[in-house]
């Protein structure tokens, strides 16, 4: 068990003692005024691969049940998930697996936050769909005043579409995968983002030494 880093960043606050989580919801919003686009008619698609990180047969499978409306679940993405990519993706020794789960903390952007990222996987790959989702959880303040232009933006700076990625959260396009996700968290008793799961063990804290500690009991 490795705990030289892990123990500095307890001992010094970098933890996060995290064990509340967003819970309810909250009105929808309009998400301001949307970029001039000109797009067609999308096809509803029912399925795509599951957004991944770390080797297919690592010892430890890390899930995380998130919604893109939820502050809790900024704080995890933006705080807390790239000390566990540094320590444990990047060396191989966990498979990292995100699934929608909104529960709707905000009507609109926690679907539309969600399909967007989904359009953007479905045009790149798994490592732009996690640089997109920790984008949007960075510029979640914006969402209910910009979603729109916001989604179309961040796809833009990674060379992906705008107006089909907005166009994919007014039509839906993706809503199908993302109440699958949904689904699955609500069969498993979740009630609460962020909820993250450890080989089949749903913690009580999102906080990284939470984490970090099933992890380590693992390997």
């Given at each position: 068990?490795r ?82 990519r ?28 969600a ?33 729109y ?71």
């Amino acid at each position: 068990m490795r705990t030289s880093r892990r123990a500095l960043l307890a001992a010094t606050g970098g933890a996060l003692a995290a064990t509340a989580g967003c819970l309810g919801s909250l009105p929808g919003s309009s998400g301001g005024s949307k970029p001039s686009c000109d797009v067609g008619e999308q096809q509803t698609v029912q399925q795509l691969p599951r957004p991944a990180l770390g080797p297919d047969d690592a010892s430890v499978t890390v899930d995380a049940y998130e919604d893109f409306a939820c502050p809790h679940c900024a704080t995890y993405s933006t705080e807390v998930f790239p000390k566990i990519r540094e320590d444990y993706i990047s060396s191989g020794d966990i498979r990292y697996r995100f699934f929608d789960f909104p529960l709707p903390v905000n009507e609109q952007w926690s679907w539309g936050g969600a399909i967007a990222a989904r359009a953007v996987q479905d045009r790149t790959d798994a490592e732009t769909f996690f640089d997109y989702a920790h984008a949007i959880f960075e510029n979640q303040d914006k969402l209910t005043s910009s979603g729109y232009q916001l989604v179309h933006d961040l796809a833009e700076d990674r060379s992906v579409n705008g107006c089909q990625v907005m166009a994919a959260v007014e039509q839906d396009t993706y809503r199908p995968v993302v109440e699958a996700d949904r689904q699955r968290a609500v069969d498993k008793g979740y009630s609460s983002t962020p909820t993250v799961v450890v080989d089949g063990q749903a913690l009580d804290s999102y906080g990284y030494d939470a984490v970090s500690s099933a992890i380590d009991s693992k390997l």
